[in-house]
């Protein structure tokens, strides 16, 4: 009973962080004003770097996110990523790949920022590293059984 309990609780954290993810992706796609003002959207020609990467990002590092804002590869990128992370997480396939983009992304995230501005080394982005660390071992786990 205690290892169906600890399954269920990994696909609920799975399947709620890949959601994160991939309505971050609809989001920033469709504008549906959650984070992404509707004439700000992907669809419209918005760059869902811009405005984050030109004016939020701040630090030691800050200077080399700056510098790719705006650019049509990144993103790309950036929402190939959100897209890929949220359906591997929430479909169960290719949970291993999924989190390891995912704990990059957030990574490159924190560091776009560092240090944040609440605590001297953790925010949120350090706790989804932690969590994607931690699918990638389970979903590791699970293909040598």
Known sequence: MKYQ????MVIALRVALGFILLWAFVDKLFGFGF???RDKAWIYGSSPTLGYLSNATYGPFAFIFQSIAGNTIIDVLF???LLF???TLMSGFGVKYGSF???ILMFLIWISRFP???NPIIDEHVIYIIIFIYLL???KNKEGK
């Open 35 to 37: 984070s992404t003002a």
């Open 116 to 118: 944040p501005q609440t």
């Open 101 to 103: 983009v995912g704990a």
């Open 85 to 87: 992370i949220g359906i």
């Open 137 to 139: 071992i389970k979903d």
């Open 5 to 8: 309990n600890e399954k269920a």
């Open 79 to 81: 929402m190939a990523s």
